[in-house]
């Protein structure tokens, strides 16, 4: 079976400090990988996604960057945090062989920039 | 993508079925219907999908009406467990897309004891 992992689960960085988070998946190859942001009582922002190694789509113009440096990793960078970078970071996955196109979603990382 | 509209709470008695209504009035034939959960501080949860005919599976049943206007999802037993938020996303299958998916504000279920 397949699963997604992501860390750290939880994060508190100070303004202007850099960031990395990781997610990786197991039990699959070739999947699409997405990064999504919740902020507090929002819903879901797409930020990148990736379709495969190297190749990064970004969806929204911002200070984070997104690298897929093996197919099953996908990372979340900033070099400097800003206050509105706080949310509920979600990597998730979806093989495009599936017929249903659904979508899975790790644990998420909680980031607090103070 | 198709707009969905779903009441924004409800309550079910723990034991007792569940039924989670969503409007997609606008949904075109080549649209699925999906529907996902997010218990609190958790990544959302997929639960079911279907294009035109009724579909279940171990959490739960999608009921989808002739016209496709309109589902329900349904949780034949809910438990306290089952507290969250129920997203219906309507969306399609085609290929050079992102494929992502659009979350609205989605129906907070709460189960009472």
């Known amino acids: 079976s397949q699963t997604i992992h992501q860390w750290p689960a939880t994060l508190v960085q100070p303004v202007g400090s850099p960031l990395s988070l990781e997610c990786t998946v197991e039990?699959?190859?070739?999947?699409?990988l997405y990064w999504y942001r919740q902020a507090a009582g929002r819903g879901l922002q797409l930020l990148f996604y990736s379709v495969g190694i190297g190749q990064i789509s970004s969806e929204v113009p911002q200070n984070l960057s997104a690298s897929r440096p093996q197919d099953r990793q996908f990372i979340l960078s900033s070099k400097k945090l800003l206050l509105s970078d706080s949310g509920f970071y979600l990597c998730a996955w979806y093989h495009p062989d599936r017929a249903g196109h659904e979508q899975y979603f790790g644990p998420g990382t909680r980031l607090t920039v103070t | 993508d198709a707009k969905t509209t779903q009441p924004p709470s409800m309550d079910c008695a723990e034991g007792r079925a569940a039924n989670l209504p969503c409007n997609h009035s606008t949904i075109s034939g080549n649209e699925y219907v999906y529907w996902y959960r997010q218990i609190h501080s958790q990544g959302p949860q997929y639960i079911i999908h279907g294009l035109k005919n009724n579909e279940t599976n171990e959490m739960a049943s999608l009921i989808i009406t002739e016209d496709r206007k309109s589902s329900t999802l349904i949780l034949p037993h809910a438990t306290l467990r089952d507290t969250a938020v129920y997203y219906c996303i309507v969306r399609g299958i085609s290929s050079g897309s992102a494929r992502q998916l659009t979350f609205g504000s989605g129906t907070q279920l709460t189960v009472l004891p």
């Open positions: 039990g699959t190859s070739n999947p699409n």
